[in-house]
């Protein structure tokens, strides 16, 4: 996800306008557009939670478009929400087992899209490999945690780290194993 340096993903309210920010950073690379596409055909499929499925909604309806291309995308509620696409599909328990038992075996490359409360439980639960943070130049105060309420440590290791023109700072870490070793290792 893309946070604010001071670690929030939208304001309290959902609002995400703050994503656009106006800095420069001379010594900075240049994230090339076939670079994003080659990169998000990496990806074989996104499970979402709820309020994240309604921004993307909010978005396209304002013509902003669909971000997920033709991938299947998986969203997390207990609620009836409005389905605008084949690709989408529900479905609502515990996370853990839907992405071990159904996904892994289904999908190599399983992008969690967000947003707090999803990314947290991937993490407690132990099922995230990988933490994909990018750091926007800017504060703003209060907002949605990238990880709401995250209840023990989790040990990572810094696998890649990108700064971009636009003032954005792209962290890769892996996530390590509850004692601290490295989980590729296993
Ligand atoms: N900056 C970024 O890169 C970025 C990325 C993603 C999202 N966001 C933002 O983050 C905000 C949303 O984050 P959030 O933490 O508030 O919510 P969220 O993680 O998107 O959704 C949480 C909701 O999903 C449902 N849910 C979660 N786990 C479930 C499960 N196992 N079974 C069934 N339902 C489950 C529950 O809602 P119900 O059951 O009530 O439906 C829960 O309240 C939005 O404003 C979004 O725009 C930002």
Not at 16 to 42: H, I
Request: proline share 3%; glycine share 10%; net charge neutral.
């Amino acid at each position: 996800m893309a946070a604010s340096l001071d670690g929030f993903i939208a304001r309290k309210d959902g609002r995400v306008d703050w994503l656009e920010t106006k800095d420069e950073f001379a010594g900075g690379e240049t994230m090339e557009p076939g670079f994003v596409e080659a990169f998000l055909k990496t990806i074989d499929c996104y499970v979402m939670g709820s309020r994240t499925y309604e921004t993307a909604l909010r978005f396209e309806a304002q013509g902003l478009g669909w971000s997920y291309g033709d991938k299947p995308t998986f969203v997390l509620t207990h609620r009836e929400l409005p389905r605008t696409r084949q690709t989408v599909e529900f479905h609502s328990g515990d996370l853990a087992q839907f992405v071990n038992e159904r996904l892994r075996p289904r999908f190599r490359s399983i992008w969690v899209v967000g947003g707090g409360v999803v990314s947290a439980e991937c993490l407690r639960r132990g099922i995230a490999d990988e933490v994909r943070y990018s750091i926007l130049p800017i504060l703003i105060g209060d907002g949605v945690q990238f990880f709401e309420k995250l209840d023990r440590d989790v040990a990572l290791h810094l696998a890649e780290i990108k700064a971009y023109k636009s003032g954005m700072v792209g962290l890769r870490y892996e996530v390590r194993g509850p004692r601290g070793e490295s989980r590729n290792a296993t």
